[in-house]
């Protein structure tokens, strides 16, 4: 069965750093199936990592079926722990660093790898700010969950 190709573009945002935050992000049919659909939300005392995470998270969450899905993040953060399977090493390293350390974010990693094993992921980081069109959405939406969620 041929999987439903999706794009997921994500952003976090929070200022201070740590403070309030807010995430957004924007779901395209490349094959132009449907209208894209945007979504944000908030987090109080918080990070931009988190922020970024959560993006991600709620993005996949809301697919209900398998999808082939890229995600675009300008967050290396996020998109290096699958490109260069650290989230794979954490996981088989009972959730330690190679320092031996816990990882950080744990709680999220561990629900944004059930996301990700959902579907058949790819992710590609992208430069913020750069002016791609649904980039700059899910930093709007982003914004907009950390201003409206105080």
Known sequence: MKLTRV?????????????????????????????????????ENTTNNRMEMR?????????TRRCEVTVV???????????????????RDGWL?????EVLNRDLWA?????VDRHDVTFKWIKGH??????????RLALRGRLEGR
């Open 7 to 43: 794009e997921l573009y994500t952003d976090g945002s929070c200022y201070p750093n740590p403070g309030p935050g807010g995430w957004g992000f924007v779901l395209v049919s490349p094959a132009g199936l449907w209208t894209p659909h945007e979504a944000f939300g908030s987090g």
């Open 55 to 63: 993006a991600v998270i709620c993005g996949l969450r809301i697919l």
């Open 73 to 91: 993040t300008d967050s290396k953060y996020v998109m290096t722990a699958f490109s260069e399977g650290y989230l794979a090493k954490w996981k």
């Open 97 to 101: 660093t190679s320092r031996g350390t």
């Open 111 to 115: 629900v944004l790898a059930k996301q």
């Open 130 to 139: 750069s002016g791609h069109e649904y980039n700059e959405l899910a930093d």
